[in-house]
DNA sequence: TCTTGCTACGATATATCGTAACGACTATGC
DNA sequence: GCATAGTCGTTACGATATATCGTAGCAAGA
């Protein structure tokens, strides 16, 4: 259940998975999966790690894909909109959607030694958030919940 | 024991009061509680929301303390780092501490609305976050905990 | 056909947020 | 006093994000 970027994965299936996904998915939705937007995609899905929009936009630029900020921003915006990526505030950076499936509430666990970025998925509304939202009569429409540390393969001593 | 940002209160006594504990803090641990640190600490008091570090050295300017974003920049360094201030994420933007006493992993309530920011207190260990991490192996050093939503007053139809 | 509404795209400019680097001054401990 | 570390002021720059204006394509309906 919990994702693999930690650990030895097929990754190419990481990628041509996560396209395919989400083509079906704008099929179903009636939403245009155009050129530029499917590339956004596959260069986020090419490594579980975040990336700057302009890191992504000059690798859109040697594309031939468009070279102005707001090419990767409204990119951005159409994937994150919809799910198929995510923000992570602490790093001004976004990443691939590992949970397409159906609409989630992401923790993000963020390793600042190989810079991986793992998607896992919990209930804000309950847990300590949820807690401190009740108690002070505040309705949640969106937590941030990220978590930066060490993962696995980072924290062994050798 | 949770903060009253979102309510009626005696906000001069929030002012002087962490103004004060602050001075006497850097006192005990021997740090220079300099004029524009104050002056920084006390523009973050002002008001329970976050401010972007260009609002904060636009008032700096005007009181002639410093003019340069450094100035504003080096100021929020040492009131984070201590644990006088914190940065919202969400926001790229500061706020005042208001659990002074001890170390402490801070929860934000933000509302989108008022833009009024609550800091509340909870173990991040515990919870979803650290459910994740640990079935993860993921060894959390900081988390990034903020909700965005509605304050009890800005969600009351009236 | 013509118009209207909508979505996406291109391009320029600007706003906002954050640091590197250097030299001068100042507090502190010896 | 002197050495040292900390602080400060400034210049310049880098990084991130949005505003604004204009155009192209397409589909629905008059
Ligand atoms: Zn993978
Ligand atoms: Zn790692
Ligand atoms: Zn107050
Ligand atoms: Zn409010």
Known sequence: MTDQAFEAHDHDACISGGVASVEQICADRGLQFTRTRQRVLEILLSEHKAMGAYEILDILRADGLGSQPPVAYRALEFLTKHGFAHRIERLNAFIACSHLEDPHAPVFLICRSCDRVVEAESD??????????????FVIERAVREAEGLCPGCSKPA
């Open 124 to 137: 804000p509304s309950k847990g300590e958030i949820g807690r401190a939202a009740k108690q002070a009569g």
